[in-house]
């Protein structure tokens, strides 16, 4: 699978070209178009602004969606639900990714997805959280709300940033998600009252939009809500 952005870095689509019946794996309500002749291997259903203030809010997400290109090849064009740039991260099958949730795009056939990892349990203490881990080779396509950030740490160099921030981490950073204020209230599935600890050395992407903000912001002035 190849990628070619386009419209970056405010309103990121990336095209996602498939050799004679090659897989992607499309995250839910992330496609935007398909050239002819693409299956589509629908796995779950739900209402789409259930899935969207879940995915903004880093909650649950629904499964995702395999595409396959026909015998003469084709594409798929996916694109976020808010405004903001794309990322490729190319897995080398030695380093692996943690990404949230909401920030996952798409995924070459030969990477391999899992949200209830087992380094999460034991982060979140049983709970499978916001975050997917990613390993295997091949192109795996994120996505930000506004502009993408590379934080690079070097060996023994410290961050905290706000989980609602946070778009992905390599598997070298030390990670430690804590309590931001005493008596504060907090939610593992989101990371509503929490803050992310890294160390270094690796790489940290950040978004300079927090989607949970907006949702925040829609939710008090009565945008959705019924009269």
């Known amino acids: 699978m190849q990628v070619r952005t386009r419209h970056t870095p405010s309103y990121g689509v990336a095209r996602l070209l498939l ?3 090659e897989p992607v794996r499309v995250e839910a309500g992330a496609m935007l178009a398909t050239s002819y002749g693409v299956v589509a291997e629908q796995r779950s259903s739900g209402g ?13 997400s629904a499964r995702a969606t ?4 026909p015998q003469q090849g084709g594409w798929v064009d996916v ?6 740039d ?15 949730k909401s920030c996952l795009l798409a995924s070459a056939s030969t990477v391999r997805a899992e949200p209830q990892w087992a380094g999460f349990r034991n982060l979140f203490g049983g709970e499978g959280g916001f975050l997917t881990h990613v390993t295997g080779q091949g192109p795996v396509v994120v996505c930000c709300y506004g502009a993408l950030d590379v934080v ?3 060996p023994g160099e410290y961050v905290t940033i706000d989980p609602g921030h946070v778009v992905a981490y390599a598997d070298a950073v030390q990670s430690r998600l ?4 005493q008596g504060a209230a907090q939610s593992i599935k989101s990371g509503e009252g929490l803050v992310f600890d890294f160390a270094g050395p690796g790489r940290v992407l950040t978004q300079t ?4 903000s907006l949702i925040g912001w829609l939710q008090s002035n009565g945008v959705g809500s019924r009269s």
């Open 66 to 69: 395999s595409y396959t290109a």
């Open 178 to 181: 804590r309590q931001a204020n």
């Open 152 to 154: 690079t740490l070097q």
């Open 19 to 21: 050799a004679p019946g």
């Open 209 to 212: 939009r927090n989607p949970r």
């Open 79 to 84: 694109a976020p639900n808010l405004p903001g």
């Open 86 to 100: 794309l990322n490729v991260i190319e897995l080398d099958g030695r380093t692996g990714w943690c990404v949230t």
């Open 48 to 60: 789409a602004l259930k899935s969207l203030a879940r995915s903004a809010l880093g909650g649950e």
